[in-house]
């Protein structure tokens, strides 16, 4: 699988990415690419994010987010989940996605054990399914950037694979 290194990231020619990439050399980035704002399993990792966000803040690791819905949407989704003023880039044509290795599913792999079990458990958790707002087939995936270097991720093999999230950042603290 594709991991971008410093060249990649600094050729997407983007003032969101520039940005991330400055502020990777003061801190962490911890940036996470969401399937679609109405996808059960991304309200859960949102959810889940928003419960150690001060433990980030505290190791003064910031999140951002890239997504595939438009900016009104994202702006209703993350004020939704306490993220209002997130750092976040709106990547519609998954050009962000396939340069970072993360790709599309087809709709029959949408339903595989690992994804009901997920489904099952983000219920539990009380996440909900929504109205699908961008590609349900892009899958989603966790990005560590530091000093301009990728230096930890996790790619989803199923969207119903939930990531360990201190422990992606335990490693690197």
Do not use: W
């Amino acid at each position: 699988m594709l991991t971008p290194t410093v060249e990649t990231l600094s050729e997407i020619r983007e003032p969101f990415f520039d940005a991330l990439l400055e502020r990777s050399k003061d801190h962490q980035v911890f940036l996470v690419f969401l399937r679609h704002f109405g996808c059960l399993f991304c309200r859960e990792m949102v959810a889940d994010l928003k419960s150690v966000e001060p433990t980030f803040e505290a190791l003064d690791i910031e999140i951002a987010f890239v997504h595939v819905g438009t900016e009104e949407q994202a702006s209703v989704f993350f004020r939704e989940y306490g993220f209002p003023d997130a750092a976040r880039f709106s990547d519609p044509e998954s050009r962000i996605y396939e340069l970072f290795g993360l790709k599309e599913i087809s709709l029959a792999k949408l339903a595989t054990v690992a994804t009901i079990s997920g489904s099952i458990r983000a219920l539990r958790s009380g996440a909900r399914q929504g109205k699908i707002q961008g590609n349900q087939k892009m899958m989603p995936g966790i990005f560590v950037i530091s000093d301009g270097q990728v230096v930890r991720k996790f790619v989803h093999e199923s969207p119903g694979d939930k990531p360990d999230l201190m422990a992606l950042i335990e490693e690197e603290n």
